[in-house]
């Protein structure tokens, strides 16, 4: 079911200091910015050969990214594992007994398909599984 690591994403307060970081002190380069109003983020692209950083800011103090950084501070908020077809992976992790997040695909960053597996089914990881399409 699962190709590979498609992206880390990242929850941080101010994006531009963030890909200042990663690009002036790490060296990697920013392939784009988005903004994915239902979820309440911008995101920034950092590709590491075949997947990358995904860098969240969130666009509202209600958003996701924010309640994440308030609870837990600025960090890893999620991996993403690449699969070739997420509406199979989704009916396969069901059959198996995980709690979903989302019981459907929904629209992400980098014009992908995702849906997370609740941390509860996942080792206290949130997973993000991740149809590019």
């Given at each position: 079911m699962i190709?590979?690591?498609d ?6 307060k ?6 200042k ?7 990697l380069?920013?392939?784009g ?5 239902e979820?309440?983020?911008?995101v920034?692209?950092l590709?590491t ?13 209600d958003?996701p990214i ?6 837990k501070g ?11 077809n997420?509406?199979e992976a989704?009916?396969?992790c069901?059959?198996k007994?995980?709690?979903l997040?989302?019981?459907t695909p ?8 995702i849906?997370?597996i ?6 206290g990881v949130?997973?993000e599984?991740?149809?590019r399409?």
């Amino acid at each position: 079911m699962i190709k590979k690591v498609d992206h880390i994403g990242i929850a941080v307060k101010n994006l531009d200091e963030a890909i200042k970081f990663y690009t002036d002190i790490l060296g990697l380069e920013c392939h784009g910015t988005e903004v994915v109003e239902e979820q309440k983020v911008k995101v920034a692209f950092l590709p590491t050969g075949d997947s990358e950083l995904e860098l969240l800011e969130s666009t509202s103090p209600d958003g996701p990214i924010a309640k994440f950084i308030e609870n837990k501070g600025e960090g890893i908020q999620h991996i993403a594992l690449g699969v070739d077809n997420i509406d199979e992976a989704l009916a396969e992790c069901k059959a198996k007994g995980l709690r979903l997040i989302d019981e459907t695909p929904r629209y992400g960053a980098g014009n992908a398909r995702i849906a997370f597996i609740h941390p509860k089914s996942s080792k206290g990881v949130l997973i993000e599984l991740c149809e590019r399409l």
